[in-house]
Nanobody, 120 residues
Framework: QVQVVESGGGLVQPGGSLRLSCAAS????????MGWYRRAPGKQRELVAS??????NYADSVKGRFTISRDDAKNTVYLQMNSLKPEDTAVYYC???????????????WGQGTQVTVSS
């Protein structure tokens, strides 16, 4: 009943920028936290950045380079990625933590992932 769709991934040169977008739709009534995770081949999934009301959280590896933002009117979260490095190459997944209509507890909803490749 809840769909999470990412966009904005692609191939970029080192030092370049990309902006990822993630929109939640469907039977979502309230969103607590939205976040971005990534998984490189052969590695564990890691939290990149998350945002809730008045709070942001970043992995140390992306602080100062990435910025997460949120548009509540559109149920959309963005990840502005600047000064990209080859080690940023990964599949980036959007996570939405929220409640559907009538639900007491929040659940996690995941997007399908979008590939980010940083290479010269």
């Amino acid at each position: 009943q809840v769909q999470v769709v990412e966009s904005g991934g692609g191939l970029v040169q080192p030092g370049g920028s990309l902006r990822l977008s993630c929109a939640a739709s469907g039977n979502i009534a309230w969103i607590n936290t939205m976040g971005w995770y990534r998984r490189a081949p052969g590695k564990q999934r890691e939290l990149v950045a998350s945002i809730t009301s008045g709070r942001t959280n970043y992995a140390d590896s992306v602080k100062g380079r990435f910025t997460i933002s949120r548009d509540d009117a559109k149920n959309t979260v963005y990840l502005q990625m600047n000064s990209l490095k080859p080690e940023d190459t990964a599949v980036y997944y959007c996570n939405v933590n929220g409640r559907t209509t009538g639900a007491l507890l929040a659940n996690d909803y995941w997007g399908q992932g979008t590939q980010v490749t940083v290479s010269s």
